[in-house]
């Protein structure tokens, strides 16, 4: 009976052991979808469709809200409406971003602007054919541009201007919601953990296998795409974004114009920064205070970062490294060619 008792036992292990590796599952999966590199990795239950769904899902909030490109899609619709002086209806998840952005562009002072898209199509960074335009055609772009002239109407649904030429872009900001839109996804379906890399922007969801921390690579701005700067170890769900100024750019007579522009000059941002990475809770958050503390600069974010709960870790064009209280135990610099200083040396 004792020998008959203990094969049971066994019998029942093993079952619970097929069914165990059979439920938590692995899938990685890589697509190109918002002119970037989405990578997949799902750790969990039906990771595979799991997996697939996070795929249609950026491609479709690209495609159909976020893409000023494709010309049926909800923010290009709105753009061709906004041109001519007017309003316009959005849907309820248009609204919801269109308020966080703009909350986003207010806090910052205007360092982030989702409206900078006529500077951005005048430098034509982006194309085959960048070029410095003329003062004139700079200053004549700035006077169309301006969050501040975008608002709701009477607290509904009608968003509205008073100036012609406006338009929106928000891809500061647009692969931080979709890592929000994901997020929601992983909370609906049975994740254990999951690593979604959209671009410069990473969310880290749940807990990695065998409860080690999830490990970040943070680039290096004057290296190729595999080059480390350093290395961020996290436990949980983090979104980190990282904005710089190596991502688009030309040079002309031995200056970088990168893409991330000033939107109160017209130019480049020049905040003595190379890259700024954001690591807080919210993607749209970080993706957009990402950008707004590129055009800021070191000591001038402080405030902004305070005031959403967000920690960074700053790289400064002399190769210097400032990483915020909440983070330096978890950040390591494996690249001897840049120094780690303290917050306290720059007298923030």
Same mark, same amino acid.
């Given at each position: 009976?004792?020998?008959?008792?203990?094969?049971?036992?066994?019998?029942?292990?093993?079952?619970?052991?097929?069914?165990?590796?059979?439920?938590?599952?692995?899938?990685? &999966?890589?697509?190109?979808?918002?002119?970037?590199?989405?990578?997949?990795?799902?750790?969990g239950k039906d990771a595979d469709e799991t997996a697939g769904q996070v795929v249609d899902l950026v491609e479709k909030l690209d495609t159909e809200e976020l893409s000023w490109r494709i010309p049926s899609s909800e923010l290009a619709v709105m753009n061709e409406t906004l041109k001519n002086k007017t309003e316009v209806s959005v849907?309820?998840?248009?609204?919801?971003?269109?308020q966080k952005s703009l909350k986003l562009c207010e806090d910052s002072e205007g360092a982030l602007d989702i409206t900078i898209h006529p500077i951005i199509d005048l430098w034509g960074i982006e194309t085959d054919s960048p070029k410095i335009p003329q003062d004139t055609e700079i200053q004549d772009r700035i006077s169309h541009i301006?969050?501040?002239?975008? @608002?709701?109407?009477?607290?509904?649904? =009608?968003?509205?201007?008073?100036?012609?030429?406006?338009?929106?872009?928000?891809?500061?900001?647009?692969?931080?919601?979709?890592?929000?839109?994901?997020?929601?996804?992983?909370?609906?379906?049975?994740?254990?953990?999951?690593?979604?890399?959209?671009?410069?922007?990473?969310?880290?969801?749940?807990?990695?296998?065998?409860?080690?921390?999830?490990?970040? @690579?943070? =680039?290096?701005?004057? @290296?190729?795409?595999?080059?480390?700067?350093?290395?961020?170890?996290?436990?949980?769900?983090?979104? &980190?974004?990282?904005?710089? !100024?190596?991502?688009?750019?030309?040079?002309?007579?031995?200056?970088?114009?990168?893409?991330?522009?000033?939107?109160?000059?017209?130019?480049?941002?020049?905040?003595?920064?190379?890259? &700024?990475?954001?690591?807080?809770?919210?993607?749209? #958050?970080? !993706?957009?205070?990402?950008?707004?503390?590129?055009?800021?600069?070191?000591?001038?974010?402080?405030?902004?970062?305070?005031?959403?709960?967000?920690?960074?870790?700053?790289?400064?064009?002399?190769?210097?490294?400032? &990483?915020?209280?909440?983070?330096?135990?978890?950040?390591?610099?494996?690249?001897?060619?840049?120094?780690? #200083?303290?917050?306290?040396?720059?007298?923030?």
């Amino acid at each position: 009976m004792k020998a008959l008792l203990i094969g049971i036992l066994a019998a029942a292990l093993c079952l619970f052991l097929i069914l165990y590796r059979r439920s938590v599952q692995n899938a990685t &999966v890589t697509d190109l979808t918002m002119g970037t590199v989405l990578t997949v990795q799902i750790y969990g239950k039906d990771a595979d469709e799991t997996a697939g769904q996070v795929v249609d899902l950026v491609e479709k909030l690209d495609t159909e809200e976020l893409s000023w490109r494709i010309p049926s899609s909800e923010l290009a619709v709105m753009n061709e409406t906004l041109k001519n002086k007017t309003e316009v209806s959005v849907s309820d998840p248009m609204y919801e971003v269109l308020q966080k952005s703009l909350k986003l562009c207010e806090d910052s002072e205007g360092a982030l602007d989702i409206t900078i898209h006529p500077i951005i199509d005048l430098w034509g960074i982006e194309t085959d054919s960048p070029k410095i335009p003329q003062d004139t055609e700079i200053q004549d772009r700035i006077s169309h541009i301006g969050y501040t002239k975008l @608002g709701f109407k009477d607290s509904s649904d =009608r968003l509205y201007t008073d100036s012609t030429g406006m338009s929106i872009d928000l891809g500061a900001l647009g692969k931080g919601i979709a890592a929000d839109r994901v997020k929601q996804l992983l909370d609906s379906r049975n994740v254990k953990g999951a690593v979604v890399s959209i671009g410069g922007t990473i969310l880290t969801y749940g807990h990695k296998q065998g409860g080690r921390p999830w490990q970040v @690579g943070i =680039r290096n701005p004057r @290296g190729s795409m595999s080059d480390m700067l350093g290395v961020l170890s996290l436990k949980g769900t983090h979104v &980190v974004s990282t904005s710089g !100024d190596y991502e688009q750019y030309f040079e002309e007579n031995g200056i970088r114009y990168h893409h991330i522009f000033d939107p109160a000059t017209g130019y480049p941002a020049d905040s003595g920064l190379m890259s &700024v990475t954001i690591v807080c809770e919210d993607g749209s #958050c970080s !993706d957009g205070l990402s950008t707004a503390c590129f055009v800021s600069g070191l000591e001038d974010s402080m405030v902004l970062l305070e005031l959403y709960g967000a920690d960074a870790i700053f790289v400064t064009t002399d190769r210097q490294v400032y &990483v915020t209280d909440g983070i330096q135990e978890s950040f390591q610099l494996t690249d001897p060619s840049y120094t780690l #200083c303290e917050m306290d040396e720059r007298g923030v």
